[in-house]
Structures are given as structure tokens and as C-alpha cells.
């Protein structure tokens, strides 16, 4: 298992778009990839999952993976929101 935390700095947060574009990107990999929020954990390749934690600018998130490529999933996700703006 590979964890990583990140810093979402933009504004709006996962709101849909960003949500959608997340879920995509997390959908490339094979691993299973998971994003927390505080107490609440969703599947990172579920829409429905990632907008139900609710993640807004300006919190920390934890993204982790397990599978044979999750060090590159979660490299890539974290990636991916830290160039939110």
C-alpha cells in the first residue's frame, strides 16, 4: 500500500468538474485507490464516492493505493490536485 497526503489549494475544491476529471484520472490505474477525508474514506474511481467526502479548498486529503501500480496512481493523483488552482 502506497499513501500519500496533499494540500488542496484551489478554492472550490473536488467540486463536479474536478471531481469527474479526478475519478477519470484514478480510473487509468489498476490499483484500488482510495481518497480520505478526515473520518471518511471513498473509492477515488466512484463520482458519486469522491463528491459525497465533500472536499473543499483548503483541506488536507489522504490519497493511498494497493495494487501493482499504486505508487504511480497516487503520485499521479496527488499531481493532479496540487495543480488545482
Known amino acids: 500500500m ?11 475544491g473536488l467540486h463536479a468538474k474536478f471531481a469527474a476529471y479526478f475519478v477519470r484520472k484514478a480510473n487509468e490505474y489498476r490499483s484500488s485507490v482510495w481518497v480520505r477525508r478526515g473520518e471518511f474514506k471513498a473509492n477515488a474511481k466512484s463520482l458519486l ?7 473543499m479548498g483548503g483541506v488536507s486529503v489522504e490519497i493511498s493505493a494497493d495494487g501493482v501500480d499504486e505508487e504511480q496512481a497516487v503520485e499521479s ?9
Do not use: P, T
Not at 502506497?2 to 472550490?12: C, E, L, P, Q, T
Not at 464516492?49 to 472536499?55: F, I, N
Open 77 to 85: 493523483l496527488v499531481e493532479f490536485l496540487q495543480s488545482l488552482y
Open 49 to 55: 464516492g469522491v463528491l459525497s467526502l465533500g472536499v
Open 2 to 12: 502506497f499513501i500519500r497526503d496533499v494540500y488542496v489549494r484551489n478554492s472550490v
